[in-house]
C-alpha cells in the first residue's frame, strides 16, 4: 500500500528592514524546505541587507508595495503550496511544524500554533498564557502565531482584508465563517523587541485599546498610525 502524499506547505514571510530575524529564522527553515516545502519571502521595501539574506536562503524573494497584508497577499499568489503558512521575519516555528499542520488540516482548513515570547521574565509568560487562551476560546488568531490554511479556503474569503493593521484580526473572522481553528500547542517562539521598546504594560493597553477599537469599527489606517507611534 502507498503511503500518502503529504500537502506541500508554502511558507510565506513578510518583510521590512528584517535582516537580523532572516538570518536567524531562515536557516532554521532549512529542513522543512529539503522535506520538498517552500520558503518564500515578500520584501516591502527593506533599505538594509533582507533581500541579500533571503535570496540566498529562501526558494523566491518577491517585491511588493508595504504592508503586512498585501504582502503575505502576494506570497500566497506566488505559492505552489496546498498548504499555506504565514510566519513573521521575527518567529520561529517548532522544527516538526509540518508535521503537525498535516494532522490539524485532517480536522480544520486552517489554524494557528500556541506563541511563546522570547524573554525569560515573568510578565512575558502570564501575556502568552492570556494570548493563547483568549485565542483558542475566541477563535481569533493573531500573526504572531503563525497562521496556516488550506489554499482553497484563502481563495474562498479573498486572502487578507487590505488594511494596514489587524489583517490578522480580519482574516480570522472570515475564516471562522468556514471552520474553527485548529489551535496547536505546539509554541511558535516570537520576539519581544515592542514589549522591550516600549514598556510591557503600555504595550499591553495599547494593543488591547486597537483590538478594542477595531472590534467597534474604527479605521484601521488610523489605528495603524496610532500603532506606530507606540
Known amino acids: 500500500m502507498m503511503a500518502a502524499v503529504q500537502p506541500r506547505l508554502s511558507i510565506i514571510i513578510p518583510a521590512v528592514d528584517e535582516a537580523e530575524g532572516l538570518a536567524t529564522i531562515l536557516p532554521a527553515l532549512a529542513p522543512l524546505r529539503r522535506a520538498g516545502h517552500e520558503v518564500i519571502v515578500v520584501d516591502g521595501g527593506s ?3 533582507s533581500r ?3 535570496r540566498t536562503l529562501a526558494d523566491r524573494v518577491l517585491m511588493s508595495s508595504r504592508g503586512r497584508a498585501r504582502q503575505m497577499n502576494a506570497g500566497a ?4 503550496g496546498e498548504v499555506l503558512l504565514f510566519l513573521h521575519a521575527d518567529s520561529l516555528i517548532p522544527g516538526d511544524a509540518d508535521a503537525a499542520i498535516v494532522r490539524a488540516m485532517g480536522t480544520s482548513c486552517w ?8 524573554d525569560r521574565g515573568w510578565p512575558f509568560r502570564i501575556i502568552e498564557r492570556f494570548m493563547n487562551a483568549r485565542s483558542r476560546l475566541t477563535g481569533i488568531a493573531t500573526g504572531d502565531q503563525a497562521i496556516f490554511v488550506h489554499r482553497a ?3 474562498r474569503v479573498g486572502g487578507y482584508p487590505d488594511i494596514p493593521l489587524m489583517e490578522d484580526v480580519a482574516i480570522s473572522r ?3 465563517t468556514i471552520g474553527r481553528p485548529a489551535c496547536l500547542r ?3 517562539v516570537t520576539s519581544t523587541r515592542r514589549w522591550r521598546a516600549n514598556g510591557v504594560v503600555r504595550t499591553v493597553v495599547l494593543m ?3 483590538r478594542l477599537a477595531f472590534a467597534l469599527g474604527a479605521d484601521p489606517a488610523r489605528l495603524a498610525r496610532r500603532y506606530e507611534r507606540g
Not at 489554524?111 to 522570547?118: I, P, T
Open 47 to 49: 533599505r538594509d541587507s
Open 52 to 54: 541579500d539574506q533571503a
Open 77 to 80: 499568489a506566488a505559492a505552489s
Open 111 to 118: 489554524g494557528r500554533f500556541d506563541v511563546r515570547l522570547r
Open 153 to 155: 479556503a484563502f481563495e
Open 174 to 176: 472570515l475564516l471562522k
Open 186 to 188: 505546539q509554541k511558535v
Open 208 to 210: 488591547w485599546g486597537l
